[in-house]
């Protein structure tokens, strides 16, 4: 009888194991597609879009990085993320431990309306923030729109509801030991940043992580605010392949596959702080 169990628990596994596998076959599928096709040319991608490229060449590569002006874009795209996922890293940490640290209603208040944000559509508000931006430019003389400083003032706004429900500092921090540190003669700029934010270091970098993701791939916030190809980031400037009448496939794929590679190298370097997270 414990040899049938042990037979059937490892048929079991293996079934489970192979279903899994496939699973994780077909999840992947798009980027090979995308990388893949990214070393033909059109007619070859017309053949077979599953086979592999006949001949190795990065000639689309350099087409894209040619027509996309990289460089350029990678570097917006590199400031945008950067900045907007500091800010909200440090405010937004400041504010819930403000907000948890705080009894009264107003501060249960500001963080129950912070929560609910993050169940409104952006495209609900798209529109009325758009022209919010050009009344702010227009009454503060500051280029709030085609410029990465209003921008980055956008993300920071739309990610401070996540941010700000990531900073658990009521059970993460105890009371006590931020006490200890007044004592001590810590005033509230080192209690928060000698005792608490470094505590919430796990929890920070899931939301760094997440919003990193978020706003690299991010195509529709920088679509309505940026105008000149000089601000653009890498996932408005691939649109330069898709055209109205025709696509450019094989230069679409190499700018997607350029434009993937970061974002996998830093999850898989950071991956780690997930689970702790």
């Given at each position: 009888m414990n040899k049938n169990?042990?037979?059937?628990?490892?048929?079991?596994?293996?079934?489970?194991?192979a279903a899994l596998m496939l699973f994780c076959l077909a999840y992947l599928s798009p980027i090979y597609i995308i990388f893949v096709n990214s070393f033909k040319s059109r007619a070859?991608?017309?053949?077979?879009?599953?086979?592999?490229?006949?001949?190795?060449?990065?000639?689309?590569?350099?087409?894209?990085?040619?027509?996309?002006?990289?460089?350029?874009?990678?570097?917006?795209?590199?400031?945008?993320?950067?900045?907007?996922?500091?800010?909200?890293?440090?405010?937004?940490?400041m504010t819930a431990w403000m907000l948890v640290r705080t009894h009264t209603k107003l501060s249960r208040f500001l963080y129950s309306f912070l929560i609910v944000t993050m169940l409104i559509p952006f495209?609900?508000?798209?529109?009325?923030?758009?022209q919010e931006m050009n009344s702010l430019t227009k009454t503060l003389g500051i280029p709030m729109k085609n410029s990465l400083g209003g921008l980055i003032f956008m993300y920071a706004g739309f990610g401070a509801g996540m941010g700000v429900f990531h900073g658990f500092v009521k059970s993460s921090v105890p009371v006590l030991l931020e006490e200890a540190a007044i004592i001590d003669g810590c005033?509230?700029?080192?209690?928060?940043?000698?005792?608490?934010?470094?505590?919430?270091?796990?929890?920070?970098?899931?939301?760094?992580?997440?919003?990193v993701i978020w706003i690299w791939n991010d195509y529709l916030l920088p679509s309505?605010?940026?105008?000149?190809?000089?601000?653009?980031?890498i996932p408005v400037m691939t649109s330069l392949f898709f055209g109205t009448y025709t696509i450019e496939w094989n230069m679409a794929m190499a700018a997607l596959t350029m434009t993937i590679i970061p974002v996998i190298i830093f999850y898989f370097s950071a991956q780690k702080h997930i689970i702790k997270g």
């Amino acid at each position: 009888m414990n040899k049938n169990r042990i037979q059937g628990r490892r048929a079991r596994s293996v079934v489970g194991n192979a279903a899994l596998m496939l699973f994780c076959l077909a999840y992947l599928s798009p980027i090979y597609i995308i990388f893949v096709n990214s070393f033909k040319s059109r007619a070859e991608m017309y053949e077979n879009v599953l086979a592999l490229p006949k001949t190795l060449t990065w000639e689309y590569y350099a087409g894209a990085v040619q027509r996309m002006d990289f460089i350029n874009v990678f570097k917006n795209s590199l400031i945008v993320t950067l900045c907007s996922v500091a800010v909200i890293a440090v405010l937004c940490s400041m504010t819930a431990w403000m907000l948890v640290r705080t009894h009264t209603k107003l501060s249960r208040f500001l963080y129950s309306f912070l929560i609910v944000t993050m169940l409104i559509p952006f495209q609900t508000v798209m529109m009325p923030l758009m022209q919010e931006m050009n009344s702010l430019t227009k009454t503060l003389g500051i280029p709030m729109k085609n410029s990465l400083g209003g921008l980055i003032f956008m993300y920071a706004g739309f990610g401070a509801g996540m941010g700000v429900f990531h900073g658990f500092v009521k059970s993460s921090v105890p009371v006590l030991l931020e006490e200890a540190a007044i004592i001590d003669g810590c005033n509230i700029w080192q209690v928060f940043w000698r005792i608490v934010f470094p505590i919430l270091k796990p929890t920070t970098v899931t939301v760094i992580i997440l919003d990193v993701i978020w706003i690299w791939n991010d195509y529709l916030l920088p679509s309505l605010t940026l105008t000149s190809n000089a601000n653009k980031t890498i996932p408005v400037m691939t649109s330069l392949f898709f055209g109205t009448y025709t696509i450019e496939w094989n230069m679409a794929m190499a700018a997607l596959t350029m434009t993937i590679i970061p974002v996998i190298i830093f999850y898989f370097s950071a991956q780690k702080h997930i689970i702790k997270g």
